[in-house]
């Protein structure tokens, strides 16, 4: 199965996972997804009222430089593991 196979297979389980993980992990996943569609954080960073979105707009921006294939890789791998 190839790495986009392998992707687009985590983001199916990831609707499906045993229980939900922590904020943290979900900021991962969130940063690790928009990395592997999107590449480097762009746009504005979001106000101080919308903390969601600025935290988000945060964990993405961390992955900075990772290239598309390593952050699905890592994506991949992190489902698997939450799946258990």
Avoid at 1 to 14: G, H, K, R, V
Avoid at 16 to 32: F, Q
Avoid at 49 to 57: H, I, N, P, Q
Avoid at 59 to 71: D, P, Q
């Amino acid at each position: 199965m190839s790495l986009q196979e392998q992707f687009l297979q985590a983001q199916a389980d990831s609707k499906n996972l045993p229980e939900r993980p922590d904020n943290m992990t979900l900021l991962k996943i969130y940063a690790l997804f928009k990395q592997a569609g999107a590449g480097d954080a762009n746009g504005e960073r979001p106000g101080f009222t919308d903390m969601v979105g600025r935290a988000k707009y945060d964990a993405w921006c961390t992955l900075a430089g990772t290239s598309k294939e390593a952050a699905m890789q890592q994506y991949v791998e992190l489902i698997d593991e939450l799946r258990g």
